[in-house]
């Protein structure tokens, strides 16, 4: 009889402990602040990456390395379009060619509905990527719905 009480309360224990952990996720949306409006958080592994990470939250694109703050120069209804420098603060367009940034370099392009995606409940990080990975939340994106 003493171990119903006990089996009871082990199993309670992990309910709350998957219920704070899912809350922590929803009302959070993982850690950090959310970009300044007109920025986003993206992978700065360079122009070369092609993992097209980026998220509305800091945290880590999906080749493990921290994402960048850095200002949406440009938008369309697929991608957003920053600055493709690692060490580059750049805040505007080329005013000679849209197409680059002030500092002369390209644009680079990250998705706005990745092929993968955080999925996690009431998340607000909006992390996107080509590649699969972690979500700021620390959590395993998931593919696209398509």
Request: net charge positive.
């Amino acid at each position: 009889m003493k171990r119903l009480p006990f089996a009871a309360s082990i199993t309670f224990a992990l309910f709350a402990a998957v219920a704070l952990f899912a809350a922590g996720c929803a009302t959070t949306g993982g850690a950090g602040a959310k970009a300044p409006e007109g920025s986003r958080y993206v992978c700065n592994c360079g122009p070369d990456c092609k993992c097209g990470s980026n998220a509305a939250k800091p945290g880590n694109c999906a080749c493990g390395k921290p994402m960048a703050l850095k200002k949406v120069l440009a938008q369309d209804a697929a991608n957003y379009y920053v600055c493709a420098c690692t060490d580059c603060t750049c805040d505007a367009l080329n005013p000679k060619n849209p197409k680059q940034c002030s500092c002369g370099k390209e644009l680079k392009a990250f998705p706005k509905k990745g092929a993968y995606t955080c999925a996690c409940p009431g998340c607000d990080c909006d992390m996107q990527a080509n590649n699969p990975g972690k979500c700021t939340c620390g959590n395993d994106m998931k593919p696209q719905k398509k």
